[in-house]
């Protein structure tokens, strides 16, 4: 159920985390495809309402008239009451119940959350999360394993959560298939990590290599985005649009980026004024 999602989501208190472990320097995400043309905003145009109206009845009417799913927002004070007593609403609505021991379905399926991590760094990122989940019922931890234990289990589909980044190329049509259809699903190893199986999503995967313009691209990718912020198979993490480097300061580079590359990186020279200056010309 996607609401039982969505509230483990609504637990995740993004503004605290940033302020207090990130320093401020990330930002939250909203989109499988952020920072790009690809990401749906608003309602859906006249394109994309025409590849999702043959699957309306497939879909959740908010798709249709409302903007797209976006996380919403804790008031950074670590835990926020509000957001929770949402969450927990939500839990309900789901058919989870309070037994005092925890959230428990009619079926008796208790409702446990367990965050796969391979490193120590994401412990005080989950800690806090975890605490707010247990606050509304949720029985949630977390299992630090070795990277060969961490990589067999993401391999077998056995986690419950775990951390994971997609990277798109500009023209992303190749690869979404992998990570988002049907077919790739329960294939271990595979990059569908989620399991998801939707016939809507595999016909929009399909849809996209099958373009002919960038306009047509568009829509079809920002129908597919909207589509799957829907089905909340993930909780939005974190990144960043700076590219920070850190270097001695006797180099130079281009004051303009290149449009697919990061400058140092892919073009640098040494200044040999710059290297006077700090003592570092020998």
Do not use: C
């Not at 590849?51 to 799913?69: C, D, G, H, V, W």
């Not at 004070?77 to 939500?90: F, I, M, T």
């Amino acid at each position: 159920d996607p609401r039982t999602r969505q509230a483990i989501g609504m637990a995740l208190d993004f503004p605290w985390t940033n302020k207090n472990l990130f320093y401020g320097l990330y930002e939250r995400q909203t989109s499988f495809f952020d920072g790009s043309d690809f990401a749906a905003s608003g309602l859906p145009d006249a394109a994309e309402l025409a590849l999702l109206e043959p699957f309306r009845a497939q879909l959740a009417p908010a798709i249709f008239t409302e903007p797209p799913f976006t996380a919403t927002e804790a008031d950074g004070s670590g835990r926020d009451r509000k957001q929770l007593r949402a969450g927990a609403e939500l839990l309900a609505e789901a058919g989870w119940n309070r037994d005092g021991k925890g959230l428990v379905r009619g079926d008796g399926q208790r409702l446990t959350v367990e965050f796969l991590i391979q490193t120590q760094a994401f412990e005080r990122v989950l800690a806090p999360f975890i605490d707010n989940l247990k606050a509304i019922g949720v029985e949630a931890s977390m299992r630090l394993v070795d990277a060969t234990q961490y990589q067999r289990r993401k391999n077998d589909f056995d986690f419950d959560v775990m951390a994971n980044r997609i990277m798109f190329d500009a023209t992303p049509i190749d690869g979404i298939d992998q990570i988002f259809g049907s077919a790739s699903a329960d294939l271990p190893s595979g990059s569908n990590i989620a399991g998801l199986k939707s016939p809507v999503v595999d016909a929009l995967v399909s849809k996209a290599g099958t373009v002919k313009s960038r306009e047509e691209l568009v829509a079809v990718l920002r129908a597919l985005d909207r589509v799957l912020r829907a089905e909340q198979i993930w909780i939005p993490a974190w990144g960043s649009s700076e590219h920070r480097v850190a270097a001695w300061d006797m180099f130079s580079w281009p004051e303009k980026k290149p449009d697919y590359g990061f400058s140092p990186e892919l073009l640098w020279w040494f200044d040999a004024e710059k290297a006077v200056a700090i003592g570092k010309a020998d």
